[in-house]
């Protein structure tokens, strides 16, 4: 992909020093991450941290996930317990978030934490975000880096079109392999999965017993409920598409091509849907569409991913 505006950079020595000197002096860098693009600071940083807030517009009872090199640096902060060395033999580094206890000499500044008592962690294996957390001594506050409650970045140009040149650096990295954010599972009691994700709960239930996250169950993720991954235009689920202005998500190769299709994936494969979901998102949103109906898709494996994404982003 060429680099079309002056803060996207690929990503060599020159930039990767840039970038270094950038989050140690408490500014904001936006990286890829195999899931989707981040908004990273120093975690550590209130001065940092403040400014993911405030640079996002996020609500401040929605904490942030602390991203590290590995599971050494995170002992420094967190109670990482036997389910978490489970997980994180099988599936560290990748797309998976926990949910830990904080433990008394953690220097993650309360703010990213929005003063509770438990932290979010994750491994990225993202060659460039590993790459840059080896040059820190401290680990980085990284949400998605969009707008709140709107569709996340799966590309430099996405993290470009959010904010502008109020982001000094954005690294590019091409598209992001997975295309939607981590599966967030809470360890800090019975292992519960907040947030699905392309680790699907079958993939967790070898290593682990899975409480089911009951109908009514208080939320865990502050702001998991509210409206959220929004293209900003209506979805949804029932009927099909009946006007030139409404776009059809569609799924699988029983569907003809045609300018209000827009297929997540011809050969009907549940992570290439994941992969490119925001993007068709995106593309719709530009084309001026005003509605978008959904075709079913199936309700496993990542497709319980894509579809919590839509059902949130209807809201
Ligand atoms: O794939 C990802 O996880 C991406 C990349 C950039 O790493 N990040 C991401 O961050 O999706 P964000 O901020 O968009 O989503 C973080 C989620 C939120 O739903 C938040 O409520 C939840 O994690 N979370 C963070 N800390 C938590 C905590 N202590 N307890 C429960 N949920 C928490
Ligand atoms: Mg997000």
Redesign the pocket.
């Known amino acids: 992909m060429k680099n079309i505006y002056s803060n996207i950079y690929s990503f060599n020595s020159k930039s990767l020093k840039k970038t270094i000197k950038s989050l140690k002096q408490g500014n904001l860098v936006g990286?890829p991450?195999e899931?989707?693009?981040?908004?990273a600071g120093n975690a550590y940083s209130g001065k940092a941290v403040k400014k993911i807030f405030k640079l996002k517009r996020?609500p401040k009872i929605?904490?942030?996930?602390v991203?590290y090199n590995n599971f050494k640096d995170a002992n420094k902060d967190v109670i990482l317990n036997k389910n978490f060395y489970k997980l994180y033999k099988k599936f560290c580094p990748g797309?998976l978030?926990f949910?830990l206890k904080k433990n008394t000499k953690s220097k993650i500044h309360s703010i990213v934490?929005?003063n509770?008592n438990?932290?979010?962690i994750?491994f990225?294996s993202n060659r460039v975000v590993k790459t840059v957390l080896k040059f820190l001594n401290f680990p980085l506050a990284?949400?998605?880096?969009n707008i709140s409650s709107g569709i996340?970045p799966v590309s430099a140009n996405d993290v470009f079109e959010d904010f502008k040149k109020k982001l000094k650096i954005i690294i590019n990295g091409g598209k992001s392999k997975?295309g939607?954010?981590?599966t967030?599972i809470?360890l800090t009691g019975k292992p519960k999965i907040?947030?699905p994700?392309i680790i699907s709960s079958s993939e967790i239930k070898p290593f682990l017993k899975l409480s089911l996250a009951k109908k009514n169950f208080k939320i865990?993720?502050?702001?998991?409920m509210k409206k959220h991954y929004s293209p900003g235009i209506p979805i949804i689920f029932v009927g099909k598409p009946s006007k030139p202005s409404h776009a059809y998500l569609v799924f699988g190769k029983k569907f003809k091509k045609n300018p209000n299709n827009f297929n997540l994936s011809k050969k009907a494969d549940l992570k290439e849907a994941a992969a490119n979901l925001y993007k068709i998102l995106r593309k719709i949103k530009k084309r001026g569409f005003k509605k978008i109906f959904v075709a079913k898709i199936p309700n496993r494996g990542s497709g319980l991913a894509i579809n919590d994404r839509l059902l949130r982003a209807s809201k």
């Open positions: 990286l991450t899931t989707v693009y981040g908004l996020r929605n904490p942030l996930i991203h797309p978030t949910i934490t929005a509770l438990t932290v979010a994750r990225p990284m949400p998605s880096a996340s997975i939607i954010e981590s967030v809470d907040l947030r994700g865990k993720s502050p702001g998991m």
